[in-house]
């Protein structure tokens, strides 16, 4: 097995919005914010080499969007799904699954994309299976108003239409182990319904992909959760089981919005579960 980070693209979102109740004075010392209140945000995917398989975790947003779209988000840097992956050797057509720890745009648009002629969409990865779980399938393509605006029909129906979406049975237990991808698979649902966060050992270390669960090194601490969250109390809960797990078992959290920090370790203090140590990927794999 080989493992690599893929930078699909680099945004910004609030700050305020990314850190909820959480006073500015205290936040901004580790996200900074510009002069419109914006932090620095990356979509970086993981990219999983597994034997025949060639496994992609989550997509960036993609680039089919409306300009007045992207006018929202700020996107800077150079970085491209398309440019990341030929770095590596690799070409979107070579991925065999697209496993998406959830469908807000910012996670899965990049799956999908226009046809030829532009009168319509298709899969961005056309020998992949798009790997999703129903409970989320169902919340994502009859939103609750709160989260119809990042649940985008473009990003959804061709995969349905495709015929290349997948559903990951999830039962009773919120620990998936040994998942049909090989990897273990935590769900949790305060951000959302069933996201998905894959965990997995690597050349002897367990790496915890956490997407939406703590977006940055800067949303460790308990209460730092999200606006977007809709259930923040939930997340709360879930969160200080992941963080005591992920200090007793020694995880190293890999981030896909930090822009700035790939990985991190963690260790208890007087104040919590709190930072220990980032690093970069090639730093502890290379």
């Not at 947003?61 to 590596?88: H, V």
């Not at 070409?91 to 226009?114: K, M, N, P, S, Y």
């Not at 649940?151 to 182990?177: D, V």
């Amino acid at each position: 097995m080989k493992i690599y980070p893929v930078e699909t693209g680099n945004f910004k979102l609030d700050g305020g919005a990314m850190f909820g109740v959480v006073p500015k004075t205290i936040w901004q010392k580790t996200n900074p914010a510009d002069s419109n209140n914006l932090i620095d945000i990356a979509a970086r995917s993981l990219l999983i080499e597994d034997g025949d398989r060639l496994i992609l975790i989550d997509t960036g947003m993609g680039d089919k969007q409306s300009d007045k779209f992207f006018g929202y988000y700020y996107r800077w840097g150079d970085y491209s799904i398309d440019t990341s992956l030929k770095e590596l050797g690799f070409h979107r057509d070579d991925i065999t699954d697209v496993f998406l720890t959830h469908l807000h745009f910012d996670h899965c648009g990049g799956a999908i994309q226009w046809n030829k002629d532009r009168t319509g969409y298709e899969p961005a990865f056309k020998n992949a299976r798009f790997w999703t779980n129903e409970n989320h399938w169902k919340w994502a393509t009859e939103p609750n108003p709160r989260e119809k605006a990042s649940f985008l029909k473009e990003n959804l129906i061709p995969m349905q239409e495709s015929g290349q979406l997948t559903f990951i049975n999830h039962t009773s237990e919120n620990f998936l182990h040994n998942s049909p991808l090989g990897f273990d698979i935590r769900f949790v649902d305060g951000h959302t319904e069933k996201q998905m966060l894959p965990q997995f050992s690597y050349k002897g270390k367990t790496i915890a992909y956490v997407a939406d669960l703590i977006p940055t090194v800067g949303h460790i601490p308990l209460p730092y959760v999200i606006s977007y969250d809709t259930r923040p109390l939930i997340t709360m809960t879930e969160k200080e089981l992941f963080l005591n797990d992920a200090v007793e078992n020694n995880y190293y959290l890999f981030f896909e919005h930090d822009a700035h920090n790939q990985l991190c370790t963690l260790k208890h203090t007087e104040k919590g579960v709190r930072l220990n140590q980032v690093y970069s990927f090639d730093e502890i794999f290379n």
